[in-house]
């Protein structure tokens, strides 16, 4: 079965440091990835997607995230974190009808 | 680009009442979603339609969740009677419906409290 895993709940880092989310996913086939954050009362933005090539991809707001058939792996990259980015971040894997199947999320706070 | 639009943002009502929420998706998007988020999880697909047809609904609790699209636009989605663990924000997404994979869209969502 199809699923995703983020394996920390909560990171706190302080401003201006690197920051990485990791996630893993279990899927047969070749998989279509995203990384989507959710700020308090609202929906869920998209911040990049994974669907085929360079296996480095950039997203929105200075993100990144490489993908790593080897590892399962998507892990979410940020070199320099803003107060901004307070949010909670999820981790999903494109289904087979197009649904997408997310991981628990990462609350991510960021000290000043 | 107007995005996706869900209402009410907020509703409290107590057990075994009935609720219904509203989306609009963004115009031309044929695929449309309703995920449900309980608190401290991610969302879990609750229904999709490609236009007014349905696609998926394996995880909808067809007991007392409804849902329709009537004419392939926008989307109601129902509980009839609600229970307390029915409590959660409820997403809607939609997307162009082409094959292969797509970004999903998702409106602010609508938080239930069941008491």
């Known amino acids: 079965a199809q699923s995703v895993t983020q394996p920390d709940i909560h990171i706190t880092v302080s401003e201006g440091a690197s920051l990485e989310l990791r996630c893993n996913y279990s899927y047969g086939a070749t998989p279509y990835l995203f990384w989507y954050v959710q700020s308090p009362g609202q929906g869920l933005q998209l911040l990049l997607k994974?669907?085929?090539?360079?296996?480095l991809v950039q997203g929105i707001k200075g993100f990144e995230a490489e993908f790593k058939r080897s590892q399962s792996s998507f892990n979410l990259r940020k070199p320099s974190v803003h107060w901004s980015d307070a949010a909670e971040y999820f981790c999903?894997?494109?289904?087979?009808?197009?649904?997408?199947?997310f991981g628990k999320g990462t609350k991510l706070s960021v000290k000043p | 680009e107007a995005g996706v639009a869900q209402s009410p943002r907020y509703k409290i009502i107590e057990k075994r009442q009935s609720v219904a929420f509203w989306c609009n998706p963004i115009s031309g998007h044929a695929t449309l979603y309703w995920y449900q988020q309980i608190l401290g999880q991610g969302p879990k697909l609750l229904i999709q339609f490609q236009n007014n047809g349905v696609v998926d609904d394996s995880q909808l609790p067809k007991d007392r969740f409804s849902a329709e699209r009537l004419k392939g636009v926008d989307s109601t989605l129902k509980i009839q009677p609600a229970k307390l663990e029915d409590s959660a924000v409820y997403l809607c997404?939609?997307?162009?419906?082409?094959?292969?994979?797509?970004?999903?869209?998702f409106g602010p969502g609508t938080r239930l409290l069941v008491l």
């Open positions: 999903a894997v494109g289904g087979s009808q197009g649904n997408l199947i």
């Open positions: 997404a939609s997307s162009l419906g082409l094959a292969g994979p797509e970004t999903q869209y």
């Open positions: 994974y669907f085929s090539g360079d296996t």
